[in-house]
């Protein structure tokens, strides 16, 4: 039937593979100690790495970020600047979180995933998912 169904792009598993491959890539040049993970639209596992003596809260953190970037289609740091700027109301929403480290992966114009680091700065954690977001073309 005609109209009950709908195609929506998906970040497969290779996508996944070369967005961690580009995020690892750019942690390595600045000699980050960080977990990285990548999700799909939904908010699921589909890649995840931890640098050598990461933290090992930064992999919980690095998940959490991904899901809140995918599940909202916005860079985490948009949830933080809200909740400094005196908009706490965020974090009542369970799972997701307002630190800086998580972007969206877009392709034609809608989210597909996300990518979400943690174990830095968060000025460096945006850096390298922002460099793993990139990299998906």
């Known amino acids: 039937m005609s109209g009950f169904t709908m195609e929506i792009p998906t970040l497969t598993t290779a996508g996944a593979k070369h967005v961690l491959a580009a995020a690892e890539e750019a942690a390595a040049a600045n000699s980050l100690k960080v977990s990285i993970a990548v999700v799909d639209a939904a908010g699921h596992l589909l890649a995840f790495s931890r640098r050598d003596r990461a933290a090992p809260l930064s992999v919980a953190v690095a998940l959490a970020k991904a899901r809140t970037a995918a599940e909202l289609g916005a860079p985490t740091s948009v949830f933080q600047q809200m909740v400094d700027g005196g908009k706490p109301s965020l974090l009542a929403v369970e799972g997701l979180t307002a ?11 809608g989210g597909i995933g996300g990518i979400g680091v943690s174990g830095a700065s968060g000025e460096e954690d945006e850096r390298v998912a922002e460099a793993g977001a990139a990299a998906f073309v």
């Open 99 to 109: 630190a800086k480290g998580g972007v969206p992966i877009m392709h034609g114009g």
